[in-house]
């Protein structure tokens, strides 16, 4: 499982990273708030551990970053603001659990733990479960897809491709994840398949003249699976790239480190 750690105190980072990597875990250390959502979008993590004094984007921001991007992750605040107005606020943005420092590393490992352990149950309990997105309708025990009313005839590939994109539920995946959740095993550097397999699924799900679109490229990223309202003739469309989203363009204005998000927003 990946862990990304987002902290500017290097040796508390390392200590972290240590700890985690040592009870089998994976994890990515960040140390600035910007380099933090980078790696939200180019690793997917599991889990994310998150300081919230930081450089570059402070950790309210990158929370309501993470919220837009990934509404079922996993997200431990660590932080010296253990006052009940700051544990509340970060809760309400988004926030599953928040630790005061010091802490000790075995209760971090235990949290991050019990954390991968609710998502997994979450997930079991919705696995399997037909989804129904707009127009579209994907039923994985049959193994049928439902687009504006007309079935669509995919390959096993296809609809694999589409379970695991939809199963994301918003969250990007990059190229490698997608291959390794359709395929197994790692992509070649340079290898296309995902790209053609997507531009296949596309021809039959986004294509056909329903009310919606289901599968975003991010430019740079991957893709994910978002029901968007289709745009209307004239408008610029997938090939002009107009579906394309660029993961350095803030979703939300962002504030500097130490300024609390109800202040005025910087300009």
């Known amino acids: 499982m990946k862990i990304l750690i987002v902290e500017d105190d290097e040796s508390t980072a390392e200590a972290m990273a240590f700890h985690l990597r040592a009870a089998g875990l994976e994890p990515t250390v960040a140390n600035d708030g910007l380099a933090g959502l980078r790696a939200l979008r180019t690793t997917s993590p599991d889990a994310v551990v998150l300081d919230l004094m930081l450089p570059g984007a402070d950790g309210w921001h990158v929370i309501r970053q993470a919220r837009e991007w990934a509404p079922r992750l996993p997200i431990i605040v660590v932080t010296a603001r253990t006052n009940e107005h700051d544990r509340v606020e970060v809760l309400s943005l988004g926030a599953d659990d928040v630790m005061g420092k010091p802490f000790s590393m075995r209760e971090l490992l235990a949290r991050v733990t019990a954390a991968l352990r609710r998502t997994a149950v979450e997930n079991a309990r919705s696995e399997r479960l037909p989804v129904q997105e707009g127009e579209l309708s994907i039923d994985p025990e049959r193994m049928s897809v439902i687009v504006a009313g007309r079935p669509a005839e995919l390959t096993p590939l296809e609809f ?69 309202p289709r745009r209307m003739p004239g408008m610029p469309g997938p090939e002009d790239g107009a579906d394309e989203v660029t993961p350095h363009e803030p979703l939300v204005a962002w504030q500097p480190a130490g300024v609390p998000p109800w202040a005025p927003k910087a300009s």
């Open 160 to 228: 694999k491709l589409l379970w695991t994109l939809a199963d994301a539920r918003d969250r990007a995946l990059s190229r490698d994840d997608i291959f390794r959740r359709v395929w197994g095993g790692e992509r070649a550097h340079g290898d296309r398949s995902v790209d053609v397999l997507v531009r296949r699924l596309r021809r039959k799900v986004d294509e056909v003249g329903g009310a919606y679109t289901y599968i975003q490229t991010l430019h740079g990223v991957g893709y994910r699976f978002l029901t968007t």
